[in-house]
């Protein structure tokens, strides 16, 4: 009797202590458990904070690109030197958009990298996921705004280099008028070169007597020289006595003698002795 007390209660204890054992390996596993538990979510959360700062770095970058209706400006990362744009304003645009274009491209690398980590990583979190796809639906959103911008700059630039075309024709038919306006034109000789070449003809007298040589208004374009009165505003004429038979206004010019059979006509009021556009000299 005693015997079997012995080994009931030698296999209690035998059990006792095996279950005890039992149960404290099922506690350090669980204690273990707890702590890599533990140490996995710090470091779950330490990704998660690195990803939305750079998610958030990310979104910044790509608010710093401002695309205006009819205006492209691009706010630099403090990474990034000022660059110095070339001169011509087409250059520029197209500078810039090479910018915008190259900004767009490294946002876009570094979505593709944060998303790889994260995968390679094991954190697949719905609010990470739907914020790198806000990302690239936003980048999305600016490549197609530059394609457009693109398209407006060719499009003003062919407006552009025909506006140009324009106001150079403009500008040169400005120019010859202003020359035609500025133009007249001048002979001289004694009266008989004069009357022989048609360029006057004598009128008015009694009985072919006291007859005044006039300009007979025909103008024979071999007989004239041209002269820009906003170029030159003096006519240098061969003989001591000089005699002007048009009608440019007296004050409008003065005659000077300048040397041996040698007169200067010089136009003092350009506006005015161009009102009449052939000048008439007679030498005596």
Not at 165 to 170: F, H, I, L, Y
């Amino acid at each position: 009797m005693r015997k079997t007390s012995v080994v009931a209660l030698t296999l209690i204890s035998l059990l006792l202590v095996g279950t005890t054992v039992l149960f404290f390996s099922k506690y350090r596993k669980s204690v273990a458990n707890y702590v890599q538990l533990k140490a996995d979510d710090e470091s779950t959360q330490l990704r998660y904070g690195r990803a939305l700062n750079e998610i958030a770095t990310i979104q910044d970058s790509l608010n710093a690109i401002v695309l205006g209706g009819e205006a492209v400006q691009s706010l630099h990362l403090s990474s990034q030197p000022e660059a110095q744009l070339p001169g011509t304003l087409h250059e520029q645009v197209l500078t810039r958009i090479a910018m915008l274009k190259g900004a767009i491209e490294r946002t876009k690398e570094r979505i593709q990298e944060l998303d790889v980590r994260l995968k390679k990583n094991g954190v697949r979190i719905v609010g990470l996921e739907r914020m790198i796809a806000g990302l690239r639906r936003s980048v999305s959103e600016k490549e197609d705004r530059i394609a457009q911008l693109t398209t407006q700059v060719d499009t003003l630039q062919t407006r552009v280099t025909g506006l140009s075309v324009a106001v150079e024709d403009k500008q040169q038919e400005i120019v010859q008028k202003q020359q035609e306006l500025a133009t007249v034109f001048y002979t001289m000789g004694s009266k008989k070169q004069l009357m022989n070449s048609g360029v006057v003809e004598a009128k008015g007298g009694v009985l072919g007597f006291g007859k005044t040589l006039k300009p007979s208004g025909r103008f024979q374009e071999t007989a004239f020289t041209p002269l820009d009165t906003d170029q030159e505003n003096v006519i240098r004429i061969p003989s001591d006595k000089v005699r002007v038979l048009s009608a440019q206004p007296l004050t409008s010019y003065v005659l000077q003698a300048v040397g041996k059979d040698l007169v200067e006509l010089r136009i003092v009021d350009a506006k005015e002795f161009r009102k009449v556009k052939q000048v008439v000299i007679l030498m005596t």
